[in-house]
């Protein structure tokens, strides 16, 4: 058990593409770090320049006090799975296991112990005569964990391990996976691209982008508090909603309408005069159906008129899609960033992004129909349409509800109706985001 | 077969009329076809096996009924083995054969898997060339070096040698080899190597105890191949040696005299034929399944 600190920690690929940019990251022993971001943004990369299976062009990867740069990999104690597992096809479910304590010359005894002891750990009892080859996928992927957990590596390094498990299984191994890092209280490190993965296992995540770390931090802050429009976009799903909004003063002009910021927020902004562009994000559950809103609460947000295109009723929640005309101006930036989001967030060809809200499931909303939604505007987040950085975090360190738990509330404005002018219905127009 | 469509077709018109009564037509039509494949397997067998017969039996004749013309032998007798047995015209060419076969068998398959490792897995300057080399080599006819290699053997000292033959089938043999064993390779995902790494193997323990047993049919056939290859040769052999000291039986079956010099050693040759068969047989017999898959796994899966 070691904790594991990247300095600057670089990789430029022969043909001088950069896949990992300047990451630092204290890794403290015994914590389980994800790293998570879309494919191809370098996070494998880093892991297995971790491991030392990648060459690090720049910077240092300290592993329990050493420094392990021109190391290789079986002299840094560390085990990793696989994502396709690479168990040895030849050798049985117990010697599998055993490989790395016959490597590490381990007496015949201690090994018998330690195996019997991982399997029974892992319940993989019955099968250690077998072959891989004889396996289910949930069962490889057990006795990968086994290999991993029999010989107490400094950490365990898990490189997208879930991802050729069907939905259920993976749900499984991931409780799975968790008990075992309390149990063995491993420092762990986790690559992955599903963001349920990220944020139930870890205690704290990395964000990575095109090789830049973005953001590192608990769950929790990540979501509330994201440093920039990347992140932002990442983290929650279904993902933040971003508008093209105006900032004048403390007032921001929403495609839904104009609205008054809280004075708290305003003040953080600190504007000059003039208008500003910004973005505007809101995630889904910051709408709400205004007819079920307390008549005191009402007045912390803004309600606007919406005609809804699509309702998916899940039963615990609803979520309503409506399109809101935006200016043409910021559809490039946030075209790009949805492609490296993965996703379809904002159609391009016209001047409309469609919106997700997630509503109470008592809500009466129709399809097709018009309805009063309301926005909590104490939870909007502002970015600069430039650099994608929050504007809206305040100032210094991203502490976890900082930015909207003392808020006062004063008097916002209901959205003016002025904004819907430009908003035809829609009819049939069952486009979704995702 | 036809006690089994008979029972499909009772129970199935007992079942239900309809779908029985498609039944009876279409199992004469499978018989046929199963007929007709059952008659061109055994003519291509008949066709293939009977010089081997003819062989065997003129290895079990003695002088006088060689030219008989029977095939089963009216008086078979073990003459002809005693003969070449203890004359000493063929124990030693027997020696040779199985000494140089298998030393070249065992040092072309060593060299055969490392380079084809090193290709399979690395990037390496001019790793085409040497691909493109090694199959020229293998499609090079042997004929038209043997004038020169026995010029150059000669003024080496390697001339009527083993090494003077193990040289050259190795370097025929090694191409072969190293073509199927890197589509072996080829087919072994990385990360196996990679997962052994980081649980602690060196990579040549990487190498020894992960990739070297999953290769296994494909070193099996390639040692099959360079066996059969070296065991088989008759170029090299005739030329490149002159006495018994390094003879192989295809060459020595050459030399093989009568009792007489008006009588042909016809069933000593024979019998020496059929000898030299037998470990080809066992070969292909013990390693029957391996070279099958062998020779299949990198076509179908790469």
Known sequence: MAEIILTNVTKRFGDGTIAVDNVNLDIADGEFVILVGPSGCGKSTLLRMIVGLEDISSGEVNIGGQMVNNSAPRDRNLAMVFQNYALYPHLSVRENIAFPLRMAKVPDSEVKQRVDEAARVLELGELLERKPGALSGGQRQRVAMGRAIVREPQAFLFDEPLSNLDAKLRGQMRTEIARLQKRFGTTTVYVTHDQTEAMTLGDRVAVLRRGVLQQVGTPRELYNSPVNLFVAGFIGSPSMNFLPATLTGHRLGLPTGEVDLPEELAARLSTGTGARTVIAGIRPEHFEDANLIPEDELGFGATFPATIDVIEWMGSELYAYFPVRSGQGQQAGLAELARDLEQEGVRSETDESQVVARLDPASQVRENGEAQLWLDIRRIHLFDPETGENLTLPTGTATTGGATGALEGDGSDPLTKEGDAGNPPHAGGAHRAT | ?302
């Open chain 2, 1 to 302: 077969m036809s006690s089994q469509t008979s029972t499909v077709t009772t129970h199935s018109s007992r079942a239900g009329g309809r779908a029985g009564a498609g039944r009876p037509q279409v199992a004469p039509d499978r018989r046929r076809i199963e007929f007709k494949w059952i008659v061109l397997t055994i003519f291509i067998i008949v066709y293939a096996l009977i010089p081997l017969a003819w062989i065997l039996s003129l290895s079990f004749k003695s002088p006088a009924a060689v030219t008989d013309g029977k095939l089963i032998p009216t008086d078979p007798s073990l003459e002809n083995y005693r003969t070449i047995f203890t004359t000493g015209v063929f124990v030693r060419p027997l020696i040779n054969s199985i000494g140089i076969t298998i030393i070249s068998t065992v040092i072309a398959v060593a060299l055969a898997t490392l380079a084809a490792y090193a290709i399979a897995r690395l990037n390496f300057p001019g790793k085409r060339l040497v691909l493109t080399a090694a199959l020229a080599i293998a499609m090079f006819p042997p004929i038209s070096i043997v004038g020169p290699l026995f010029n150059m053997w000669r003024s080496l000292g390697l001339y009527d040698t083993w090494p003077g033959l193990i040289i050259p089938y190795m370097t025929f043999a090694l191409p072969m080899s190293i073509w199927v064993l890197s589509a072996f390779f080829r087919e072994i995902p990385w990360e196996l190597e990679q997962a052994a790494g980081v649980d602690g193997a060196t990579p040549f323990q990487a190498f020894r105890k992960v990739i070297v047993p999953l290769a296994a049919p494909g070193v099996f056939t390639a040692a099959i191949l360079v066996f059969f290859f070296a065991w088989n040769d008759f170029v090299f052999a005739i030329t490149l040696t002159s006495t018994d000291r390094s003879r192989t039986v295809p060459a020595a079956l050459n030399f093989f005299t009568g009792a007489s010099q008006f009588q042909q050693p016809t069933g000593a040759i024979s019998a020496a034929a059929i000898i030299v068969t037998i470990p080809i047989i066992l070969l292909v017999l013990a390693f029957q399944r391996r070279i099958v898959a062998g020779l299949t796994a990198g076509a179908v899966k790469g």
